[in-house]
Antibody, heavy 118, light 109 residues
Framework: EVQLVESGGGLVQPGGSLRLSCAAS????????MNWVRQAPGKGLEWVSY????????YYADSVKGRFTISRDNAKNSLYLQMNSLRAEDTAVYYCARAKGRQYFDYWGQGTLVTVSS | SYVLTQPPSVSVAPGQTARITCGGNNIGSKSVHWYQQKPGQAPVLVVY???DRPSGIPERFSGSNSGNTATLTISRVEAGDEADYYCQVWDSSSDHPNVFGTGTKVTVL
């Protein structure tokens, strides 16, 4: 059974940092592209970042470029999102999602809540 | 960057058909994917590559895509279909290529 489990969310002050993790199981993690998607309270889905299966290709949304860093450890079946210089508008539930084919997200984690507030 | 526009809300009576549109410039040239999200839950893929359904998704969910509009159609709507629905595309010409639509709240009357 495919499982994606996010962790690392919490309350952080503006300007602070947080590192999210996504533990994958039930599939060959190293063969799949992965993404982070977030959802602010009461708002729609916002794509955050993409990483290729090998980690060689990375993309970011303009809203997080220069502040967030996506990475993966295929040996540990894990995806990460390092978030620096956090702002109130980064407050959201963050989901990791497995990508397949023409970049549709066939499996999602349950999400982890990040709250940026003083 | 590429923009996908959806109506904020669609209301439909049980047993009727709901149609949710997703507008984008020449979206017919892209593959469109659709997600259903119920309150407090992660999104679930309901249609991919314009019109294919993942295993376990009822045949009542179908999709089409042409010109500047993609459409998710829910036939014989049930109370359990009440949710938010999002379209999504991969814009290969962009360096921020994944784009979600603005989302549509489907209300079953």
């Amino acid at each position: 059974e495919v499982q994606l489990v996010e962790s690392g969310g919490g309350l952080v002050q503006p300007g602070g940092s947080l590192r999210l993790s996504c533990a994958a199981s039930g599939f060959t993690f190293s063969s799949y592209e992965m993404n982070w998607v977030r959802q602010a309270p009461g708002k729609g889905l916002e794509w955050v970042s993409y990483i290729s299966s090998s980690g060689s290709t990375i993309y970011y949304a303009d809203s997080v470029k220069g502040r967030f860093t996506i990475s993966r450890d295929n040996a540990k079946n894990s995806l990460y999102l390092q978030m620096n210089s956090l702002r109130a508008e980064d407050t959201a539930v963050y989901y990791c999602a497995r990508a397949k084919g023409r970049q549709y997200f066939d499996y999602w984690g349950q999400g982890t809540l990040v709250t940026v507030s003083s | 960057s590429y923009v996908l526009t959806q109506p904020p809300s669609v209301s439909v009576a049980p047993g009727q058909t709901a149609r949710i549109t997703c507008g984008g410039n020449n979206i017919g040239s892209k593959s469109v994917h659709w997600y259903q999200q119920k309150p407090g839950q992660a999104p679930v893929l309901v249609v991919y590559d314009d019109s294919d359904r993942p295993s376990g998704i009822p045949e009542r969910f179908s999709g089409s895509n042409s010109g500047n509009t993609a459409t998710l159609t829910i036939s014989r709507v049930e109370a359990g279909d009440e949710a938010d629905y999002y379209c999504q595309v991969w814009d290969s010409s962009s360096d921020h290529p994944n784009v979600f639509g603005t989302g549509t709240k489907v209300t079953v009357l």
